[in-house]
């Protein structure tokens, strides 16, 4: 049982190819009881998920993958909010939306620079993380990846995420937004953070998509789309 939950779950973490999977089959024990081979689990494990990372990860750094996405989707920070409303009540609704459209295309284009980190990540598993992974629960890839990758992610998103808002007009676009809010009588005067506000939603979209992946492949019959992933899990239904 033991040997059966290990394949399993590697072939869960994503979906993968006929020959991929195949690779990942070739690491079962034969019939004379002999172990798995340490350094195979973790390497079937290692490239399980690099597919599913680069599979979801593309999602995000699509025009709208996080804007039209709304598991991921950038809202505004609390201190914004009266921001927002306040704008509308003066008939700049186009300038809010605007604003908003322009924090979602900075984690768009930011996204682009998580790929390595990650695959350095997968490359540091050893056998010992690859079983507590194998045998956790649903989300246990996820979890190992957001605990390694976590601060290296924020240090490359962050001046990324500056840079894009330079890039997507993001910075002149919130200036004026914050310029025209702050000339209104009466209100508290805002000067947020936004750039690392956006590099932690980014940060959140990420793990939670590829968490979202992990899940499906489990759970969701239908995700199953080769005959190798569909024998497989008729075992655990």
């Known amino acids: 049982m033991f040997l059966k939950k290990i394949f399993f779950t590697a072939i ?6 006929c020959s991929e999977l195949q690779q990942v ?17 973790a390497r079937g494990l290692k490239q399980a998920l ?7 990860v593309t999602k995000l750094t699509e025009t709208d993958g996080f804007y039209k996405n709304q598991l991921v989707k950038i809202l505004l ?9 306040t704008l509308r009540s003066i008939g700049l609704s186009s300038l809010a939306d605007e604003g908003l459209k322009a924090l979602n295309r900075a984690a768009e284009n930011a996204v682009k620079e998580s790929t390595p980190i990650f695959v350095n990540a997968v490359r540091e598993i050893t056998f010992t993380d690859a079983k507590n992974i194998l045998l956790g629960p649903d989300n246990a890839a996820t979890n190992y990846l957001e605990q390694r990758t976590t601060q290296q992610l924020y240090n490359k998103f962050n ?7 330079s890039k997507v007009g993001a910075d002149q676009i919130w200036s004026n937004i914050i310029t025209r809010y ?27 998509m590829i968490s979202v992946e ?3 492949i489990r759970s969701n019959i239908n995700a199953r789309t080769t005959t190798l992933l569909r024998q497989v899990f008729a075992l655990q239904d």
């Open 25 to 41: 089959v070739n690491t079962l024990p034969n019939q004379s009881g002999i172990g798995l081979d340490q350094n195979t689990i």
């Open 77 to 85: 920070p609390a201190e914004l909010q009266e921001v927002d409303n």
């Open 182 to 208: 702050n000339a209104v009588p009466f209100v508290n005067k805002v000067n947020p953070d936004l750039t690392d506000y956006v590099t932690k939603q980014a940060l959140d979209g990420v793990f939670k």
């Open 159 to 165: 001046p990324e995420i500056k840079k894009s808002f």
């Open 12 to 17: 869960a973490i994503a979906t993968i190819s």
């Open 50 to 56: 690099n597919l599913g990372i680069d599979k979801q």
């Open 214 to 216: 992990e899940n499906n």
